[in-house]
């Protein structure tokens, strides 16, 4: 949001100083032939990245929509020809996806829970000047973020603790994240001290004061920590790969890479749909590897493509204040 | 009286941390213990305890015979490739928030800007996956250059073993080059308009005051951020390459991170995949130093 500002603020002085210099006339002479060039070829180099970004993703979703006859040939590239929903109600009977799905949907939401939980209130608590060994501790978890074992040891180590196989190796090693926690420090340290003074004089104890002074004026950067910790759970991939054999376990990323390489795998869906669905299934609409795998991606991407513009200045914030401190 | 109670106060605040100090040492410490089995004959089933120590056995193993030290040779050349070429275009993102400050509708900068940053979002799995769906035999690229008749067979671009250090590097981009030029977007707001507004007045055009203006004063981020870049040469990260990798490119994809997780998984075994970890984490360390010094010498700070 800080960012935005500045930039507007700053187009908007120029704005503002241009009309005030426009009766010398000197400013209408100076946007020379090269600069109008340049604007010119800015506008189309853009245009250019802008639409390699964007082109896979409206690519891939409108061969999911369209027949999926024409798309196996790669006969669309732009409009969606003989519209059908069919693909994706055959993607969601595939039971394996549906728990995929769960299982995202799960460490998601309680991931984020926890990280945001503990990034708050260790946040807090390393303010607090009374506590026994204060800066020990603190520089014992951010050191934290400038190594690491490698991930053979840790795997192993992982296994030694009986994580592996177990749903709470997506929840537990991301629990206390160094970063997050610098984050909402410099937060909590910009505070007033008067305002929780206040709290404690009025006989209110350490938790009171995090969770009725402290939390409410801190929303701001845990919105931020919150959507940066939810891509992250949500895309997470290495974990399962490393740590997970139980298939009720998978999530959709690993699921995902399951279909894209595993080709006999999703031979066996993809007959599996077509018996069920009625035979006359007409060859539009019949399920074939590339839709489902273009279906899956769909399905897959569909949330950080709903979640990302709506809350792109949380993550710009995120990325300054990380700038500053780092 | 008082001071005991305070004293009491923080070893109170001081219990409520543990919790989150013990999950630290688990998680971040205790694997590091995890590097012991580099020094030991371990197998898997039974305990490090019952396995023999043999010292800096697998150390030396690495690199006991010609093909394997080929094969460490190779994953260097690979590593050095990867990084060497992010670093040799590492201007880009700062080249790409420059020009995009001269878009003047606002809104159509923003609208860049989201598009462009979208990618990092996603996981190296879905970048994958897009790769898959956009470059196949019977993707959008092949079946357009099949049309235009510029080919008569498909291009296998995934599954083929050239260019494959050129296309990471290509996919690298995709992923964070308007991400990365967020910083400096942020650095070039920060300039004082004052001085583009006297360079203007005498007569300089957008591109002179680009080069002598805006440039010079985002270069100490790009300095910055290269430095940091230099120091994880040898850490490319497993993902990308794990999931680009296949049979056709395996010997050019295989940077550091990915042949340790393959030595782990496949013939070699724990013990020699730690080993080289260990040996990577040492390199690094001295590569971390050795640019922190040259940072301090040619800038006059250090960034750690």
């Given at each position: 949001?800080?960012?935005?500002?500045?930039?507007?603020?700053?187009?908007?002085?120029?704005?503002?100083y241009?009309?005030?210099?426009?009766?010398?006339?000197?400013?209408?002479?100076?946007r020379?032939k090269?600069?109008?060039?340049?604007?010119?070829?800015?506008?189309?180099?853009?245009?250019?990245?802008?639409?390699?970004?964007?082109?896979?993703?409206?690519?891939?979703?409108?061969?999911?929509?369209?027949?999926?006859?024409?798309?196996?040939?790669?006969?669309?590239?732009?409009?969606?020809?003989?519209?059908?929903?069919?693909?994706?109600?055959?993607?969601?009977?595939?039971?394996?996806l549906?728990?995929?799905?769960?299982i995202?949907?799960?460490?998601?939401?309680?991931?984020?829970?926890?990280?945001?939980?503990?990034?708050?209130?260790?946040?807090?608590?390393?303010?607090?000047?009374?506590?026994?060994?204060?800066?020990?501790?603190?520089?014992?978890?951010?050191?934290?973020?400038?190594?690491n074992?490698?991930?053979?040891?840790?795997?192993?180590?992982?296994k030694?603790?009986?994580?592996?196989?177990?749903?709470?190796?997506?929840?537990?090693?991301?629990?206390?994240?160094?970063?997050?926690?610098?984050?909402?420090?410099?937060?909590?340290?910009?505070i007033?001290?008067?305002?929780?003074?206040?709290?404690?004089?009025?006989?209110?104890?350490?938790?009171?004061?995090f969770?009725?002074?402290?939390?409410?004026?801190?929303?701001?950067?845990?919105?931020?920590?919150?959507?940066?910790?939810?891509?992250?759970?949500?895309?997470?991939?290495?974990?399962?790969?490393?740590?997970?054999?139980?298939?009720?376990?998978?999530?959709?990323?690993?699921?995902?890479?399951?279909?894209?390489?595993?080709?006999?795998?999703?031979?066996?869906?993809?007959?599996?749909?077509?018996?069920?669905?009625?035979?006359?299934?007409?060859?539009?609409?019949?399920?074939?590897?590339?839709?489902?795998?273009?279906t899956?991606?769909?399905?897959?991407?569909?949330?950080?493509?709903?979640?990302?513009?709506?809350?792109?200045?949380?993550?710009?914030?995120?990325?300054?204040?990380?700038a500053?401190?780092? | 009286?008082?001071?005991?109670?305070?004293?009491?106060?923080?070893?109170?605040?001081?219990?409520?941390?543990?919790?989150?100090?013990?999950?630290?040492?688990?998680?971040?410490?205790?694997?590091?213990?995890?590097?012991?089995?580099?020094?030991?004959?371990?197998?898997?089933?039974?305990?490090?305890?019952?396995?023999?120590?043999?010292?800096?056995?697998?150390?030396?193993?690495?690199?006991?015979?010609?093909?394997?030290?080929?094969?460490?040779?190779?994953?260097?050349?690979?590593?050095?490739?990867?990084?060497?070429?992010?670093?040799?275009?590492?201007?880009?993102?700062?080249?790409?928030?420059?020009?995009?400050?001269?878009?003047?509708?606002?809104?159509?900068?923003?609208?860049?800007?989201?598009?462009?940053?979208?990618?990092?979002?996603?996981?190296?799995?879905?970048?994958?996956?897009?790769?898959?769906?956009?470059?196949?035999?019977?993707?959008?690229?092949?079946?357009?250059?099949?049309?235009?008749?510029?080919?008569?067979?498909?291009?296998?671009?995934?599954?083929?073993?050239?260019?494959?250090?050129?296309?990471?590097?290509?996919?690298?981009?995709?992923?964070?080059?308007?991400?990365?030029?967020?910083?400096?977007?942020?650095?070039?707001?920060?300039?004082?308009?004052?001085?583009?507004?006297?360079?203007?007045?005498?007569?300089?055009?957008?591109?002179?005051?680009?080069?002598?203006?805006?440039i010079?004063?985002?270069?100490?981020?790009?300095?910055?951020?290269?430095?940091?870049?230099?120091?994880?040469?040898?850490?490319?990260?497993?993902?990308?390459?794990?999931?680009?990798?296949?049979?056709?490119?395996?010997?050019?994809?295989?940077?550091?991170?990915?042949?340790?997780?393959?030595?782990?998984?496949?013939?070699?075994?724990?013990?020699?995949?730690?080993?080289?970890?260990?040996?990577?984490?040492?390199?690094?360390?001295?590569?971390?130093?050795?640019?922190?010094?040259?940072?301090?010498?040619?800038?006059?700070?250090?960034?750690?």
């Amino acid at each position: 949001m800080g960012k935005e500002k500045v930039i507007s603020s700053g187009t908007e002085e120029k704005i503002v100083y241009e009309k005030q210099n426009m009766p010398k006339k000197k400013h209408k002479r100076k946007r020379s032939k090269s600069d109008i060039a340049l604007s010119a070829i800015v506008y189309v180099v853009y245009t250019f990245f802008t639409f390699v970004c964007v082109y896979p993703f409206y690519y891939i979703f409108v061969n999911t929509i369209s027949s999926n006859e024409l798309s196996q040939r790669g006969k669309i590239a732009f409009w969606p020809q003989e519209f059908h929903l069919t693909n994706y109600k055959n993607v969601m009977q595939i039971p394996a996806l549906l728990d995929a799905a769960k299982i995202s949907l799960y460490r998601t939401v309680l991931g984020t829970i926890v990280t945001v939980a503990v990034a708050a209130f260790l946040g807090y608590m390393f303010t607090r000047e009374t506590m026994w060994k204060r800066k020990v501790w603190y520089r014992m978890i951010v050191a934290t973020m400038y190594f690491n074992a490698g991930i053979i040891p840790w795997f192993i180590t992982m296994k030694n603790l009986g994580l592996y196989d177990n749903f709470l190796i997506y929840i537990l090693p991301t629990a206390v994240s160094p970063f997050y926690i610098v984050l909402c420090k410099t937060f909590v340290e910009s505070i007033p001290k008067e305002l929780t003074d206040a709290a404690e004089i009025d006989g209110a104890g350490t938790l009171r004061t995090f969770w009725s002074i402290i939390v409410p004026v801190i929303k701001p950067i845990l919105a931020t920590v919150a959507i940066f910790s939810a891509v992250g759970q949500w895309n997470s991939f290495q974990d399962t790969l490393l740590m997970v054999i139980n298939k009720k376990l998978y999530t959709l990323q690993f699921l995902l890479y399951n279909y894209i390489n595993q080709a006999s795998s999703l031979k066996a869906l993809v007959n599996n749909s077509t018996n069920a669905s009625s035979v006359a299934a007409s060859l539009a609409h019949a399920a074939t590897t590339t839709s489902i795998r273009m279906t899956v991606t769909i399905v897959v991407v569909a949330p950080i493509l709903f979640v990302y513009p709506i809350f792109q200045r949380f993550f710009v914030k995120g990325i300054m204040i990380g700038a500053v401190k780092g | 009286m008082f001071k005991n109670k305070k004293k009491l106060r923080g070893y109170k605040e001081f219990l409520m941390v543990l919790p989150f100090i013990i999950l630290v040492i688990m998680f971040c410490y205790y694997p590091l213990y995890g590097w012991f089995y580099a020094f030991f004959d371990y197998k898997p089933p039974k305990p490090l305890s019952e396995a023999e120590f043999v010292g800096l056995k697998w150390f030396s193993y690495m690199l006991d015979t010609p093909t394997k030290r080929a094969q460490l040779g190779q994953v260097l050349l690979n590593t050095l490739a990867v990084s060497g070429l992010s670093i040799l275009f590492s201007w880009f993102p700062m080249i790409f928030a420059v020009f995009l400050n001269e878009i003047k509708s606002k809104k159509y900068r923003k609208f860049v800007q989201t598009a462009t940053t979208l990618p990092n979002f996603i996981s190296w799995v879905l970048v994958y996956s897009i790769a898959y769906c956009v470059f196949n035999s019977t993707g959008v690229i092949n079946s357009l250059l099949g049309d235009m008749g510029i080919i008569d067979k498909p291009i296998e671009f995934l599954q083929s073993s050239e260019h494959v250090w050129f296309k990471m590097w290509l996919w690298l981009t995709w992923k964070n080059a308007g991400w990365a030029a967020i910083m400096y977007i942020a650095a070039i707001a920060g300039i004082d308009e004052e001085l583009k507004e006297a360079a203007r007045v005498d007569g300089a055009n957008r591109m002179q005051i680009i080069r002598h203006i805006t440039i010079p004063s985002i270069l100490p981020t790009y300095l910055v951020l290269l430095f940091l870049n230099i120091a994880n040469f040898l850490s490319n990260g497993m993902e990308q390459f794990f999931v680009f990798q296949n049979n056709f490119n395996k010997d050019t994809i295989q940077v550091l991170d990915l042949y340790v997780y393959n030595i782990a998984m496949g013939s070699g075994g724990y013990p020699l995949a730690t080993a080289i970890s260990i040996f990577k984490s040492v390199v690094s360390i001295i590569l971390l130093c050795v640019t922190n010094k040259i940072s301090k010498v040619t800038r006059g700070e250090g960034f750690i």
